[in-house]
């Protein structure tokens, strides 16, 4: 069976849509079949990272119920040059939508997160998909809860900074632990010249793992290559040789040994 | 033995295996509400009834596991639970109990079996 993976972090910026749909394209060139879903109510981006109009109903639709999941999927595959199988899932970008969004009750969030958790049957039993990667907003939020609820995995994205590194510490403590969840951590835009040597590098992935008592899956340093792109590139789809590719490539295979 | 017990003794068995199944569910239930109220960990009129997220993760761990279960099965017995969590049946019926009287949870009987879901 296929893994559920939520892609979240303590802050914004740290790098998750960048990673979950790094990690999209690394697994569909790899021949698998992969979705992934943003998440992000309050601020979607994947419409415009993946530059759709959006489809005939929203993620949005199918948490209130008015449509089924397959109403909402975009298949881009002809698109992700690549051998395998890849749909995406857009958040209505809208202000109305997300105005609603932030207003929804307890109740509701309670349903949505039925809906959620009947995605591992509908995607990963129905449509065969081997991994379906849900793009969370930062922080203690309903979706992000929500999302990490049904996932089987937490990829958890940290910046140097020392706020993020706290927070991560307590979302470890006080949300993955008590929900029982596999996590791994990701470390960006790490400064490189801590990286320069494999002393230097073996050094930084035990402080790190040492600061959150979890594994460190990678240390990726701050390349400005992915900073000058701006969000407009997938660099494990347009330039798979980059270094930066490299990385995501080697999480994606350390992801399936989990 | 079998004379004292009428013509059709395993029906009247039945009927007995099937009251002291009753008992026990409710046994289990009141030693429960008897630790919690030990601990004071709940004000029962002052809950909410939805089981959301923020509401699981307010919950005790031992009450968690078994909620969350339960939003992933959907409907289940307290059997179907425990074989998910790993957990003796007994503790899996208490816990569930436990939860229906904190009003986030309702259950239904049919037949024996007793099913026990999230309202939407």
Same mark, same amino acid.
């Given at each position: 069976m296929g893994k559920i993976i939520a892609v979240h972090?303590? @802050?914004?910026?740290?790098g998750k849509t960048l990673f979950s749909v790094n990690l999209a394209a690394a697994y569909a060139r790899q021949d698998k079949k992969v979705c992934v879903l943003d998440? #992000?109510?309050?601020a979607p981006s994947l419409h415009s990272i993946y530059g759709l109009d959006g489809s005939e109903y929203w993620l949005n639709d199918y948490l209130n119920g008015a449509c089924e999941i397959n109403k909402v999927l975009i298949d881009y595959t002809s698109q992700c040059k690549c051998d395998g199988t890849m749909f995406i899932g857009l958040a209505n970008p809208t202000t109305e939508a997300l105005r609603d969004m932030s207003s929804k009750d307890r109740k509701w969030e309670m349903r949505a997160l039925g809906r959620l958790l009947s995605l591992k049957h509908a =995607? =990963?039993? #129905?449509? /065969?998909? #081997?991994y379906l990667l849900f793009d969370t907003s930062p922080g203690l939020q309903y979706s992000s809860i929500n999302a990490i609820v049904s996932a089987d995995l937490v990829l958890v994205v940290s910046t140097m900074d020392a706020s993020d590194i706290q927070g991560t510490k307590r979302m470890t403590h006080e949300l993955y632990d008590l929900f029982e969840k596999k996590t791994g951590i990701l470390m960006n835009k790490v400064p490189i010249e801590f990286l320069a040597t494999p002393v230097e590098r073996e050094s930084v992935y035990k402080r790190f793992e040492n600061t959150?008592? =979890? $594994?460190? =899956?990678k240390v990726i340093p701050c390349y400005c290559d992915v900073l000058r792109a701006g969000g407009t590139k997938i660099f494990t789809r347009d /330039? $798979? @040789?980059?270094p930066f590719s490299k990385h995501v490539e080697e999480i994606a295979t350390k992801i399936e040994r989990i | 033995m079998s004379k004292s017990l009428g013509k059709n003794p395993t029906v009247l068995l039945d009927k007995i295996r099937k009251s002291l199944d009753k008992l026990n569910e409710k046994m289990e239930v009141f030693i429960e509400l008897q630790k919690q109220e030990r601990k004071q960990d709940f004000v029962m009129q002052d809950l909410p009834e939805a089981l959301d997220v923020m509401t699981l993760l307010s919950l005790p761990d031992h009450l968690r596991k078994t909620a969350v279960t339960i939003c992933k099965l959907g409907r289940a017995t307290a059997e179907e639970v425990a074989e998910q969590t790993k957990r003796a049946r007994a503790v899996e019926s208490g816990y569930l109990n436990q939860l229906v009287l904190m009003g986030y949870l309702k259950k239904e009987r049919k037949g024996r079996k007793a099913y026990f879901f999230v309202e939407k």
């Open positions: 972090s303590y @802050k914004g910026g740290t998440m #992000d109510f309050r =995607l =990963l039993n #129905d449509m /065969e998909l #081997d959150h008592t =979890l $594994p460190v =899956l /330039e $798979p @040789k980059h | -």
